[in-house]
């Protein structure tokens, strides 16, 4: 879904794997990559954070940033 531009459908995707597999940071990414695709940016500073607590990866880290400058905490964006 998230390669036919389908976000919404992605995200449902994403949020049932998981569901399924809580540990595999990469739908986490990837429900925040497509959240932020839909301008729905608190659910994806969720999405990356949780990604983050599992597996450090630099552009997950780096996506995260730019939720923040999107929804205005840029104080945020400077920490991490």
């Known amino acids: 879904y998230f ?19 809580p540990n595999i940071s990469e739908f ?3 429900l925040g990559e497509s959240s932020m695709k839909l301008n729905n940016d608190e659910q994806a500073i969720s999405a990356f954070e949780n990604s983050l607590s599992s597996d450090y990866k630099v ?9 923040y400058e999107k929804t205005g905490k840029k104080d945020r964006a400077l920490f991490e």
Do not use: I, P, W
């Open 59 to 67: 552009d997950t880290h780096l996506k995260l940033v730019e939720a």
């Open 3 to 21: 390669l036919a531009n389908m976000f919404s459908d992605a995200c449902e995707q994403f949020k049932k794997a998981m569901e399924l597999a």
């Open 28 to 30: 986490s990414r990837r």
